[in-house]
């Protein structure tokens, strides 16, 4: 018999088994069963099987190794069916005032009240043709995959803290050789800091591609469960989309909360003045941890109500030999490890660039390259886009082994000037107005549209949580913001040429102006100027685009010149 503590334990779990033991189901546990009668069509622990051996002692017992055969016993709940909240119960109606599935028990207990219970069987005819049931497959398939590429990059990011710590270490061996026996103690302490950094900084990663393991998991074995009962009826396929839509919104607020971590980092800045100083020092130096960002920033970096000050810019020349025309710099974004993608709508190129800013590998594109975004990974889309050839395109460019290959193209029937991604959504600017596409280029709506103007759409950027979004109006010199059911929020006017938009992932807006040639930074509502970051005389010319890189704290701003102005805020 279980103690009084292993049932206060069962009975409060709120696990979701595959299949729970019969016997402790009608005492009000909730146990995982490990094995079946086909005699009885019951589940058992391996407690309650022991006891169900004495009594029936020629009864058919199949263990997990046989767990397939469970599913068909008669008069199961299927697992694709079965109440999450209470497995022994079949789902059989829908709440449309809560969006929910239910049982008979669920609707009894929490959905009295409510006024719009439907039976499956109703709902879910036609499912089959629904344009978004028949994208399930695809949709996981892509999540599965930014899934196994987060684990790959994870793993390989593992290797490099451990020669990040090497090189540290060879560091503090340099500098202890120029001093005297008192930095034996100091040498302890400090690589006892260094792995204690290193040791956390790979319990996270091993955290993440534990969740990544379970997730990816999770994913296939639904799919798989949808795809295997294609033949049967609708109730059980459209129970099985409403899971997998459930589990793919759980996936994906995984990836944009805990996993757009793209690096963990270590640095090490050695004490200036350490020999004359030895006496004072605990330490060898100052150890550092920093991670690069996609979408949630640490507390560690800048508040999302920072004002930001510059201290300091540099320039970087980022114009080819084989460059014919002055660069035309239209989009700019950066990529997991420090590097960044430019267009250039002069010369037909998108540009590579290393860390340093230096052009290591480009691409040519049949027409003008406009806007860049990252997509995720070491993927970005470019928009290429001429109305007088009624080209409207967005090119995908994977970065492999620091060169630039195209892997795919969609095409519209609209302009592609500017190009956002959240999420499993596309948002497109054509100029005049904001569309929402699928990532398989399946129009969703328009969200928005203002004819006052040539170029009233400009620009697009889009907030972490993807509740804002900050267009560019250059045509009547205003940022637009709105809601992301396309209500306006904000209009912001008198920006000189309003025409590049950035937002952070902690929530920061900054934009650029090209009439008045100025580097913004915007309040998070989008209705005053809280900075100017940059001038003409700093270097801006005719600024079309700029990217903020948290991995170096520094806005990258792009225009009319050969040349990327790099500014370092604080």
């Not at 607020?253 to 200036?272: A, C, G, P, W």
């Not at 100052?286 to 920033?297: C, H, I, W």
């Not at 970087?316 to 710099?329: E, G, L, T």
């Not at 930074?521 to 270097?539: E, I, N, S, W, Y």
């Amino acid at each position: 018999m279980a103690s009084k503590f292993e049932s206060s334990i069962q009975r409060g779990c709120d696990f979701i088994h595959d299949f729970a033991c019969s016997a402790c189901e009608e005492d009000g546990l909730n146990t995982e069963a490990q094995h079946f009668c086909n005699q009885c069509t019951k589940y058992y622990c391996d407690i309650c099987v022991t006891k169900h051996y004495g009594l029936y002692k020629r009864h058919t017992v199949l263990d997990r190794k046989d767990v397939k055969k469970w599913a068909a016993a008669p008069g199961m709940v299927d697992i694709l069916e079965r109440c999450g909240r209470h497995p022994g119960e079949a789902l059989k109606m829908v709440c449309g005032d809560h969006d929910q599935l239910c049982c008979h028990v669920c609707v009894s207990i929490d959905h009295r009240q409510c006024s719009s219970i439907q039976h499956i069987p109703d709902v879910a005819k036609g499912i089959r043709k629904d344009p978004e049931f028949r994208q399930l497959p695809q949709r996981v398939a892509e999540l599965r995959k930014q899934i196994e590429n987060i684990k790959n990059d994870r793993k390989k990011n593992s290797s490099s803290l451990r020669k990040t710590r090497t090189a540290i270490v060879d560091e503090i061996k340099a500098i202890r050789k120029k001093i005297n026996d008192i930095l034996d103690k100091m040498e302890k302490t400090t690589v006892q800091e260094l792995d204690r950094l290193v040791a956390d900084q790979e319990l996270s990663i091993k955290k993440d591609t534990e969740s990544w393991t379970q997730m990816h998991d999770e994913l296939k074995n639904i799919i798989d469960d949808i795809q295997s009962k294609d033949s049967s009826g609708e109730p059980p396929l459209y129970i099985g989309f409403r899971k997998c839509e459930e589990k793919i919104k759980q996936a994906n607020e995984i990836l944009q909360n805990m996993s757009n971590v793209v690096k963990y980092d270590i640095t090490f800045r050695k004490h200036n003045g350490i020999e004359d100083n030895l006496s004072l020092m605990k330490t060898f130096g100052e150890l550092n941890e920093s991670n690069v960002f996609g979408a949630q920033p640490r507390s560690s970096l800048f508040h999302r109500d920072h004002v930001f000050g510059t201290k300091g810019h540099k320039e970087y020349n980022v114009k080819m030999s084989s460059d014919k025309d002055k660069c035309r710099i239209e989009g700019i974004c950066g990529l997991p490890g420090g590097e960044v993608v430019i267009t250039d709508s002069n010369s037909n190129k998108v540009k590579l660039l290393d860390q340093e800013y230096r052009v290591v590998d480009h691409c040519d594109v049949p027409e003008y390259p406009f806007d860049v975004c990252h997509i995720g990974g070491n993927e970005v889309a470019v928009c290429v886009s001429n109305n007088k050839y009624d080209r409207h395109e967005l090119h995908f460019i994977n970065i492999t082994k620091g060169k630039l290959v195209t892997t795919r193209k969609l095409s519209f029937t609209h302009r592609c000037n500017s190009a956002s991604h959240l999420g499993n959504n596309l948002y497109i600017s054509s100029r005049t107005a904001l569309y929402v596409y699928t990532m398989t280029g399946q129009l969703v709506k328009k969200l928005y549209e203002d004819k006052s103007g040539d170029d009233t759409v400009s620009k697009i950027a889009i907030s972490n949580d993807g509740k804002t979004i900050y267009i560019t109006n250059c045509s009547n010199s205003q940022l637009i913001t709105l809601d992301n059911l396309g209500n306006k929020l904000a209009t912001y006017t008198d920006l000189l040429g309003s025409h590049g938009v950035h937002v952070t992932t902690a929530g920061h807006v900054f934009v650029c102006c090209i009439y008045s040639c100025t580097v913004l930074q915007v309040d998070k509502d989008g209705k005053t100027t809280l900075a100017t970051l940059a001038r003409k005389q700093d270097g801006v010319y005719g600024p079309k685009a700029l990217f903020f890189s948290s991995r170096t704290s520094s806005l990258v701003v792009g225009g009319l010149k050969d040349t990327l102005l790099v500014l370092n805020v604080r």
